[in-house]
């Protein structure tokens, strides 16, 4: 394995391992700014482009929990700036109950957020990825819903 | 035969003693009635409850298990380590279903070492009905409250003691190990297990199984498995909770390449069950996996191994949430010749 | 037998005698107290097999997307015969939403309205009697005797063994029905809803963690919720699916996780909170605490309950633009 179960514990060099879920028309493009304007953020984020934030499946979001990623960023174009119209209004819906499911059953509710991001908002997204991971950070590694596969019956 | 008899004031202490140096697993309460449960706070055992809520099997066939781990082409076939282990209090048709299984995982020259190692690590101690529970039937399909068949020591409830026979060499063993809290069985205790086995079996309900092998092959194609299969959701309680079924999943769970191969519970009622990697279905319909299940039982296990693999504990019955009930199905199947 | 069982035999005996029907589901009763099975009647004789009364908690629904093909896809013919079915206010909003999701056909169902007062949960009946199993049960006006299989009896009252999703029922007689044989006025008192769901929430985030993991952790992977849910008819479950592989298949506590947070999105508006999940586990786990949290978020964010009728679309499949967005770190 990768990665001994010894290693993740805060304070051991441990670094936030955050995924980031982002729309291509809006925040992915926001990001690649950030990016071209050399913009400067932490480099613990896995992007994951999809092509709006209504495909995002909340079982993606599960699963990332479940694979080991300490914090999970799902983010979107703006509400009435959808490329496709209204995915990302039909998104908003599925994202409120996950969040809030997420809570209820007792993952720190800083491991998942949600934002919407432009395509112009190459700094706005570097602060807000910035302000994930110190929050994943201050909570620590995930420990609760991650499988690991070192357990043997 | 080696038979003594246990104060149930002292069966605190016994526990104890059995759980020296080995783990010991018993029933315990449970949100629904009882569990067997690894314990190591004998207060906390439970032998009211006719039968636990699902069988015993986990002890010798978890729900899963890791077959091996793996990284690249490197496997790695750790040797399982399992600790010796006491079985107490289980019930003679779960203690004979452990004899059923034995058949299967050891089948053709086949010898299957997970369970096998298990098997053996394991004490099985019996613990007698003196009544039956909700939905038992064992006398029908060739068991009994006091059933000898799968355990190492059956022990009876005669109220104010416990009487222990021992059935193996290694039952023998242990109630030699307790012997400070026991005493030499008497006559009239004898004889008073004998009654309670009895009275046991005239309270069962008796229940019509089908024994013609050639009636059975011939209800294949009877009408009376469409409307069961409408009826059954297709889920995996009755096979879970079974104490004789034994069918399982293999599937590899892997990272980037490193991982573990685990076996799990299975069930043909599953509609997945057959499904081959074509993508071809032989059993389609619920009706066709229901007959399976029954027809499996007491047709195919009785051709392969001799006996039905059921051993009557009703827990199908009980906790069936579709509502099936085998014994109305077996008694369908026994009661005429040519079945429609 | 009760006033409304009689009336349901002689129904369902008239529709097969005036040909308004080629199959009736109903319950009958099956080989243990307090439980019923589906039973499907082709004739005006199986009539009599028919009972009506608290055990009969089974949601029929579930059992009517079987009956129905479609080979040509959702704009195909139905091939379907004309099934009748009796359904008490759950059942009805299970119909509802079926209908809406193209399940089965209106046109081709006779639904047999009932009134209900809420059902039995036979764990429930038979934890009155400790560990002991359950030989009898009879009930007796508002109250009901249980007998265990050591002779041991005790009555209870009904109203403490009522299933949880009945104590807090808002619509007991059906919603949707070709013909009502009763309707029933008991309203469950407006401060008891989503009560359990909000006692969970009044816990800190560590214990809900700690009491669903001691809870989760007697799933055994049966499937037995899924199976008895009306509204999972998936042909191929995200559970079952190998590409791709959203979970492993054992009990290893991340996995039972996964499902059954997965299963709990999937419902979400969409369950009628019929318990049937919870009627159908063997192990008793108490899955209407994540489907009653999702059903309480459902109602107070987007101000719908599922399945009420056939005209309201449901919560995920429609938007305003004034939803709440408050959940968001930086909307």
């Known amino acids: 394995m990768t990665e001994k179960k010894g290693e993740k514990t805060s304070g051991n060099g441990w670094e936030p391992r955050i995924v980031a879920f982002l729309c291509n028309w809006c925040s992915y493009a926001g990001a690649d700014l950030a990016g071209v304007s050399r913009i400067q953020y ?15 499946n909340p079982l993606f979001v599960v699963k990332a929990l479940q694979t080991g990623a300490d914090g999970v960023l799902v983010s979107g174009c703006h509400p009435g700036d959808c490329h496709y119209i209204s995915g990302n209004l039909y ?34 997204f570097a602060e807000i990825l910035g302000k994930v991971i110190e929050a994943v950070r201050a909570v620590g590694p995930a420990s609760k819903m991650v499988k690991e596969l070192e357990e043997v019956t | 035969m080696l038979e003594v008899t246990l104060d149930k004031s002292k069966l605190q202490e016994l526990l104890k003693l059995l759980g020296t140096d080995r783990r010991l697993v018993a029933p315990v309460v449970d949100k629904l009635g009882t569990v067997f449960s690894e314990i190591t706070d004998p207060s906390l055992v439970c032998l009211e409850a006719v ?57 053709d020259g086949v010898n299957d070492p997970y369970y096998l190692k298990r098997r053996e690590k394991t004490l099985v101690v ?71 086995a009895s009275e046991a079996e005239k309270l069962l309900k008796p229940v019509a199984v089908p024994e013609d092998l050639a009636a059975l092959k011939e209800s294949f194609d009877a009408e009376m498995w469409k409307e069961l299969g409408l009826k059954c959701l297709g889920c995996g309680v009755c096979a879970y909770a079974c104490p004789t079924c034994h069918c399982f999943d293999i599937t590899d769970e892997a990272r980037k390449g490193a991982g573990r191969r685990v076996r799990s519970w299975d069930t043909c009622a599953f509609s997945l069950f057959t499904l081959h990697g074509s993508g071809h279905n032989p059993r389609t319909t619920q009706d066709e996996r229901y007959r399976q299940r029954v027809l499996h039982k007491f047709l195919y296990c009785r051709e392969n191994f001799g006996e039905a693999f059921c051993v009557g504990c009703g827990r199908c019955v009980a906790s069936c949430p579709a509502g099936l009930d085998l014994r109305a199905v077996l008694e369908r199947l026994a009661s005429t010749a040519k079945v429609t | ?89 759950c059942d009805s909003r299970s119909i509802v939403g079926l209908i809406k999701e193209k399940q089965i056909p209106r046109d081709r169902l006779f639904v047999i309205g009932v009134g209900c007062e809420g059902m039995i949960d036979r764990h429930k009946a038979a934890g009155a009697l400790g560990t002991m199993g359950l030989a009898e049960a009879k009930i007796d006006g ?56 909000a006692e969970f929430e009044s816990k800190s985030l560590d214990e809900r963690w700690e009491f669903l993991v001691s809870e989760f952790s007697r799933c055994i ?33 991340p996995d039972v996780f996964v499902f059954h947070l997965g299963r709990a999105l999937h419902q979400a508006g969409r369950c009628v909170d019929c318990g049937a999940c919870v009627a159908a586990c063997p192990q008793g786990i108490d899955l209407r605490l994540l489907n009653q949290k999702i059903n309480k978020d459902v109602e107070e964010l987007f101000g719908v309950q599922s399945s009420l009728s056939l005209e309201e679309a449901e919560a995920l499949l429609s938007f305003r633009m004034e939803d709440d967005q408050s959940f968001m770190t930086e909307p």
């Open chain 3, 142 to 197: 508002s109250s009901l005797q249980v007998i265990g299989t050591d002779g041991t009896q005790k009555r209870v009252e009904l109203a403490e063994v009522l299933a949880d999703s009945c104590r807090e029922c808002q619509h007991r007689s059906a919603v949707l029905f070709d013909v009502a044989l009763s309707e029933t006025s008991v309203q469950a008192p407006e401060t008891s809803r989503y009560a359990d769901v």
């Open chain 3, 221 to 253: 992977r049966c499937y037995a919720c899924r199976e008895a849910c009306p509204n999972c008819y998936c042909q191929e479950c995200f559970a079952d699916e190998t590409a791709p592989k959203w979970l492993g298949v054992t009990t290893d506590l």
């Open chain 3, 1 to 89: 037998m009760s006033q409304v069982e009689e009336a349901l035999k002689k129904e369902v005996a008239k529709l097969f005698e005036e040909e308004t029907i080629d199959l009736f589901v109903g319950h009958e009763p099956a080989g243990v107290p307090l439980k019923t099975s589906a039973c499907f009647l082709s004739s005006a004789d199986e009539a009599k097999r028919l009972v009506w009364n608290a055990s009969c908690a089974t949601n029929l629904a579930a059992y009517l997307p079987q009956l129905f093909k479609r080979p040509g896809g959702v704009k195909g013919e139905w091939i379907a015969p004309r099934v009748g079915v009796v359904a008490k206010g």
């Open chain 2, 51 to 107: 039968n636990t809520n699902l069988s015993p099997k986990e002890t010798v066939f978890p729900q899963w298990e890791t077959l091996y781990t793996f990284e690249g082409n490197q496997i790695d076939k750790a040797e399982l380590q399992i600790e010796e282990t006491v079985l107490f209090g289980v019930r003679p048709c779960d203690a004979r279903a452990f004899e059923l299984l034995d058949r299967v995982f050891t089948w």
């Open chain 2, 126 to 196: 019996a613990l007698a009905c003196n009544a039956p529970g909700e939905a038992c039937f064992c006398t029908s399909v060739g068991g009994s409250p006091a059933s000898e068949s799968g355990a190492d020591v059956l022990g009876f409830d005669l109220g104010d003691c416990l009487l222990l026979r021992a059935l193996t060499d290694r039952g023998k063993t242990l109630l030699n190990s307790v012997s400070s809290l026991t005493t030499a069985a008497t006559e009239e205790e004898k004889k008073a297990a004998q009654n309670a």
């Open chain 1, 42 to 56: 932490p480099p613990n984020v896995r992007v994951i482009r999809v092509p709006c934030s209504g495909r995002i």
């Open chain 1, 91 to 124: 998104a908003r819906r599925k994202f409120a109950l996950l969040k809030s499911l997420l809570e209820y059953v007792g993952i720190e509710p800083e491991r998942v957020q949600f934002s919407w991001v432009s395509a112009a908002e190459g700094v706005r």
